[in-house]
């Protein structure tokens, strides 16, 4: 949890997080509060370790890894990054915003080497504000199930890797869905879907296009802010599957918490907690005030890496 001497950057994460989240807010001009917001800004940054649970700024690069002014003035928000490796280039999705447009999208950026990217620019718009990519490969192809301002959660394929998608089905409809999460695992395709910050949906299909069908113990979490929006990509480590979880109170992503799922049929599921957050706000710089999505990945020699993002204090540096 936020340290109380962060109070005053927990108003600034609280307004910038409508931003973020394609609403929009009234906040009275010329105003301390205002002000402080202005300072703050939603950026990505890469972490490295022997698991997901022991993770720690990677060496070599400096954090913010990716930053809006690396988009030269056209994005003020880059968050909730979502990691593909295909030969040896890596790619990075994510929510791309300007808020002074009120336009959302997913963006794109490359790296040879994981630590320093390059934007590349948007890869997918909607008339809806999109965020929240979450890519994965199944077979030979991608596929991306954005969130959407649409009340719909719609399933994209990759016909150009990485920056033509096509898309393929509507997977779930309803209102307040976040941060769609998709996983495969035994026989069968999940998906876990924020209903608000508190509540957690889960739902079911053989096939990848539908039809989807919402499990019977859904939802799997009620009115909890702690331990409901999914944060991410959930991990299978050792055959073991772990869903990621932001902890919205008693401020709005201040950590990263993952549960161990136990059970997971038909209709059963079952999940423990472990003890361990992966990130958190740290109370000042970069990662200030919330840190609230990992996408981590094991790479051939055994290390884990993750890209992050957090809302702290704006870092100046050359645009690279």
Known sequence: MLNPAAAPRVVSALLLLMTAAGGAFAAPASTAKTKRAADMVW?????TGASPFDLQPASGVENPAFMPADTAGALDIVAHPFLAIEGSRYHLFFTAKNSQQGTGAIGHAESANGLNW???GIVLREPAVLSYPCVFKWRDDY??????TENVIRLYRATRFPDEWHRVADVVKGDKLVSPTVVRHGDAWWLFVGRGNAT?????????TGPWVEHPRSPIVENDLNIARPAGRPLLIDGRLFRLAQDCEPTY???VCAFEITLLSATEYAEKPVER???RASSSGWNAAAMHHVDAHRLAGGEWLAVVDALGSRVTRIPR
Do not use: C, H, K
């Open 200 to 208: 957690l949906r889960l739902f079911r299909a053989d096939e990848l």
């Open 143 to 148: 596929y991306m199930v954005p969130e959407s």
């Open 253 to 255: 992503g201040n950590q």
């Open 43 to 47: 950026t990505i940054g890469v972490y």
């Open 277 to 279: 957050s992966l990130v």
């Open 118 to 120: 390059a934007y590349r």
